[in-house]
């Protein structure tokens, strides 16, 4: 898939020599396949996901929300963590008043 949309785009870059509105195509054409065309390859500048195995059967989109789900999962339960050891080290903070 990915080597249609390459080609695509060097398609659009020669139409361009002709009609400058191609480029324009071409570039937003590129940006969309790195924006959202390489689901289970990663982006540049992020870690790899954790215990990702290459099990077949899942495709691109369940994988990113996969992924994408497990991160949420993650920052709940870090913020969980230290929402529960900032009640443990500063209880003065939390008391209810008027009780």
């Known amino acids: 898939m990915g080597t249609l949309i390459i080609l695509a785009i060097l398609a659009l870059v020669v ?8 480029w324009l195509a071409g570039a937003a054409l590129l ?12 982006s540049t500048g992020s870690a790899p996901p954790r215990g990702s195995s ?10 990113r929300g996969d992924n ?3 991160a949420y999962r993650e920052r709940r339960d870090q913020q969980a963590r230290w929402e529960r050891r900032y009640r443990r080290e500063r209880p ?8």
Do not use: C, E, I
Request: charged residues 15%; glycine residues 24%.
């Open 15 to 22: 139409l361009g020599f002709n009609n400058p509105v191609w």
């Open 68 to 70: 994408d789900y497990r």
């Open 92 to 99: 003065w903070m939390t008391r209810q008043k008027g009780n």
């Open 31 to 42: 940006y969309l396949h790195f924006r959202y065309g390489r689901a289970g390859q990663g």
């Open 54 to 63: 290459g099990s077949g059967g899942s495709s691109g989109g369940s994988l």
